[in-house]
């Protein structure tokens, strides 16, 4: 987390949630005190956009175990997690950012 670097972070996490081997969210009930989770499930591995509805729920499902105003939305990691980066183009990339946006407006509010 920004803030904490070479240290663990006591404030909250980032998780990787944009495949089926992240798992389900069942491990974020041994999540303690009022920690934040940003939920990666927009993948930037896959000019693919999400499906708004499916992460929508998926931070439902999140919701189980963590109450909702902990809980955050994010791209699972940056769009050159490699050396040679990943095959998304700049536009690819400007919409899942926006689709990101577009979701935390709808779950979160303005």
């Not at 663990?8 to 949630?17: A, D, I, M, P, V």
């Not at 955050?72 to 990339?93: D, H, M, V």
């Amino acid at each position: 987390m920004p803030g904490c670097p070479g240290r663990r972070c006591r404030c909250g996490n980032y998780l990787e949630f944009d495949d089926e081997r992240s798992g389900g969210f069942a491990p974020l009930a041994k999540v303690s005190g009022d920690k934040k989770i940003v939920l990666g499930l927009i993948t930037t591995k896959s000019p693919r956009l999400e499906s708004k509805a499916a992460v929508i729920a998926r931070i439902h499902e999140a919701e189980k175990y963590i109450p909702l105003d902990r809980l955050y939305l994010s791209p699972q990691c940056g769009f050159a997690s490699c050396e040679i980066g990943n095959k998304l183009t700049e536009e690819e990339q400007w919409a899942k950012l926006a689709l990101v946006k577009e979701i935390a407006e709808t779950v979160w509010g303005k």
